[in-house]
């Protein structure tokens, strides 16, 4: 394939004429092929256990990550689209990478390439399921599929090509797509970099991202995400012992290693109120992302503070539905994701232990310097450690954030007009609190393109927790949706 247009997006403007999309047939042609042709292989997909390499480190012999993108391979290559290409890219020691590659229609040469984005690699489990569901059992109740992966992000390279077939069928135009579906997005997309420094030649002229791993506040519109969260997360152990000593012996004269840990946590966290307290980690919000979050919150009232189910009695950090909104998607956050060093309640004994380790992970925001925090972050933990301490470092990772530039007039009149026909809502944007690092990665590459960051993915879609589903009705609509946007950017004047 060449990856360069053929003809520049100059002339290709000059002689464009306007090209009507049947959206009726869009509407049909989509839902036809998700109850015929998607809906029985996504369910299939759903039952491998592909595991993103953070959370299975023998992947490549267990092979599950290889048998998912086998799968929709295999159903991408039975979509028989003219001159279409079905290739999985591997690098050596990488996980691999489906591409499929799609020529333009007639008369949109020049547009440049689309590059529709998802993910085919899987969160672990996380906890008990309820009665009836389970991570690998595809389950489908009403409008709902249930399993690992389905809307995290399975679904996304069934609706992107979809999404094309439709305009085919519709007459419509595109330009030249390629999809790109990757197996390591749940790690931080470790393996990306390289594989979009090797697809570069083949890529083009990337003109508009289309990703498809987000969502919004309700299923009522589409929602565009314009901004990302990043991510800074480390590994700390302190240790103050070589072995574990009686703790009725030793407590009192040997120090905590957990002590220690909370003394160093203090000085990332305040931990009354939450704030952190690294300067590196913090931004101005802009005012556009501020009025963003207004305009959400009017849209869909209620919908942040319902959308978590706490237990009885349990309050969120605040009342105000903005402020919580800011916090979740421009301002830094902590958890605490994992320890080790902890025997289980029931067979801990009178102990004091040698060491004790946390996995911390930053959200931060999205215009903050992720390795910059991360240095930070490593000077607080390991400078004057209480009590002379040894703190070790240990697996750290680091991915910036992402800012969507300023839409073009031609994509927000496309987002009027489906909005309209499709949904009878208008659209919104919003900002999110988790990280797509392939998002930052192109805008680095591609700074003149477009992004469509969307998806169907709500906040009750439980994504990393138990009883993850996707809400299929609204997957469908988030196609046709796609579909459009890919005719307007082949006939945008």
């Not at 704030?275 to 556009?288: I, K, N, T």
């Not at 972050?377 to 910036?400: F, M, Q, S």
Request: proline fraction near 7%; aromatic fraction near 6%; include cysteine.
């Amino acid at each position: 394939m060449v990856g360069a247009p053929r003809e520049t997006l100059e002339a290709w403007q000059d002689r464009l004429v306007d090209t009507a999309l049947d959206t009726g047939t869009v509407r049909d042609d989509v839902r036809r092929r998700w109850d015929v042709d998607i809906l029985p292989s996504l369910t299939e997909f759903v039952a491998i256990p592909a595991l993103s390499p953070n959370f299975d480190a023998d992947w490549a012999r267990t092979g599950h990550l290889d048998r998912a993108v086998a799968h929709v391979r295999d159903w991408a290559l039975a979509r028989a689209i003219p001159e279409a290409t079905v290739e999985v890219v591997r690098l050596p020691g990488l996980t691999p990478v489906l591409l499929v590659d799609v020529p333009a229609t007639d008369g949109a040469a020049g547009a440049g390439t689309v590059l529709l984005y998802g993910h085919l690699d899987k969160q672990p489990p996380f906890g008990e399921w309820s009665d009836g569901l389970g991570p690998w059992t595809p389950v489908r109740r009403d409008h709902r599929l249930y399993g690992r992966g389905a809307v995290d992000d399975g679904y996304s390279g069934y609706a992107a090509i979809a999404a094309i077939e439709a305009v085919r069928a519709a007459g419509g135009r595109h330009a030249r797509c390629i999809v790109v579906l990757e197996t390591s997005e749940e790690s931080g997309s470790p393996d990306l970099p390289a594989y979009l420094e090797h697809l570069k030649p083949r890529l083009g002229e990337v003109t508009l991202v289309v990703c498809l791993d987000s969502g919004g506040f309700d299923y009522d519109r589409l929602w565009l995400t314009t901004s990302l969260r990043g991510l800074t997360s480390l590994e700390v152990t302190v240790r103050v012992l070589p072995a574990g000593l009686h703790s009725g012996m030793a407590s009192g004269v040997v120090p905590s290693s957990f002590r220690v840990m909370r003394m160093l946590l203090d000085r990332l966290e305040d931990a009354r109120t939450g704030q952190l307290l690294v300067p590196e980690m913090f931004v101005e919000v802009p005012a556009d992302r501020m009025a963003e979050a207004r305009n959400a919150v009017a849209t869909a009232p209620g919908v942040v503070r319902s959308a978590f189910p706490l237990l009885e009695g349990v309050g969120l950090v605040s009342d105000d539905e903005v402020e919580l909104t800011i916090n979740n998607t421009w301002r830094p956050t902590l958890s605490v994701i994992g320890a080790a060093g902890f025997p289980e309640p029931a067979v801990a004994g009178n102990v004091l232990r040698p060491y004790s380790t946390l996995m911390l992970s930053f959200r931060l925001p999205p215009t903050a310097d992720s390795r910059s925090v991360l240095e930070a972050v490593r000077k607080v933990l390991t400078t004057d450690v209480p009590y002379g301490a040894h703190v070790e470092i240990g697996h750290v990772d680091a991915a910036d954030g992402w800012n969507a530039p300023a839409l073009a007039p031609w994509l927000r009149s496309t987002l009027d007009d489906l909005s309209e026909s499709v949904f009878g809502n208008p659209w919104r944007t919003v900002g999110i609190g988790g990280s797509i690092p392939f998002m930052g990665l192109l805008a680095q590459s591609y700074p003149d393109a477009q992004f469509v960051v969307t998806g169907a993915a709500g906040r009750d879609s439980n994504a990393h927790v138990p009883d993850e589903w996707l809400n299929l009705d609204h997957a469908a609509r988030v196609t046709e949706s796609v579909a459009m946007i890919l005719h307007g950017h082949a006939t945008r004047g």
